[in-house]
């Protein structure tokens, strides 16, 4: 059975997408010196599961319920994104303390001591006024919506 052109089209959405996100987010930190704090995690968690969903949707075609689901761990991170810039704005406040994990390798004493303190609370980098997380936001969702729509106009074609 062939793939409608807007699946095909939603499928590969649904693994570029976080994949670049994440390659963004990773870029950031370890070349831009960008560590992420607590919240910054929470929003990569969901970019993982869509790209391990979008995966099983290539490995099982048509995969529609696959990227669906993946559409939504995109929107998910997207909503995290958001309420993170809304901390960052000072719009409300966050669920917890701001923490950074220590990095990996070596003596674990010396890691937590020299990790470096990120709050969450503070944008450290901010492109038109957006911060890091609200872009996070604006892709996210945008590319959520864009699978969704893709996904319902090209629906299943009788066997």
Known sequence: MALRE???IARALALTA????LAGAYVSQYVFGLYPC?????????HFA???????????????TFVWLAAAAIAVSGLIGGF??????????GLTACATTASAGGDPLEAILN??????????WTLMGI??????????????LAIAILLAGSRRSPE
């Open 115 to 124: 990790a470096p303190i990120t709050r969450c609370d503070v944008a450290p």
């Open 84 to 93: 993170h810039a809304g901390v960052e704005y000072g719009w409300w406040e």
């Open 50 to 64: 869509a790209i391990g969903l979008a995966a099983l949707a290539y490995l099982r075609p048509p995969g529609r």
């Open 131 to 144: 911060s890091l997380a609200g872009w996070n936001f604006l892709f996210s969702c945008a590319s959520a």
């Open 38 to 46: 607590e919240m910054c995690w929470w929003q990569r968690w969901p």
């Open 6 to 8: 807007g699946t095909r």
């Open 18 to 21: 976080p994949a670049l996100l």
